[in-house]
């Protein structure tokens, strides 16, 4: 069974950053596209960041020129670079794994707030 472990986050002030990690077990990581969500109370979880198992990305229009999703398949992790975050990244934000199924980590809170 895949399993998804976050990390990363935390309290920061509008305008710092963060870095998200996602650590994968039990998966042939590099077929795996790799993606974040995040979700904030009362609202859908919405599409941050995803990268393909040949390294294409996509963001989300909101986070575009701020975030940056990575991937290293030698040690089975996707990271998240958050910068010159905004109040409104504040939320949990979900590791997804996809090969025909989803799987899903456990969520990590970001907050941001002065």
């Known amino acids: 069974q895949v399993q998804l472990v976050e990390s990363g986050g935390g309290l920061v002030q509008p305008g710092g950053s963060l870095r998200l990690s996602c650590a994968a077990s039990?998966?042939?990581?590099?077929?795996?596209?790799m993606a974040w969500y995040r979700q904030t109370p009362g609202k859908e979880r919405e599409l941050v960041a995803k990268?393909?198992?040949?390294?294409?990305?996509n963001y989300a229009d909101s986070v575009k020129g701020r975030f940056t999703i990575s991937r290293d398949n030698a040690k089975n992790t996707v990271d998240l670079q958050m910068n010159t975050l905004k109040p409104e990244d504040t939320a949990v934000y979900y590791c997804?794994?996809?090969?025909?199924?989803?799987?899903w980590g456990q969520g990590t809170h970001v907050t941001v707030s002065s």
């Open positions: 039990r998966i042939t990581f590099r077929l795996y596209t």
């Open positions: 997804n794994a996809k090969f025909y199924t989803d799987t």
């Open positions: 990268i393909t198992s040949v390294g294409s990305t």
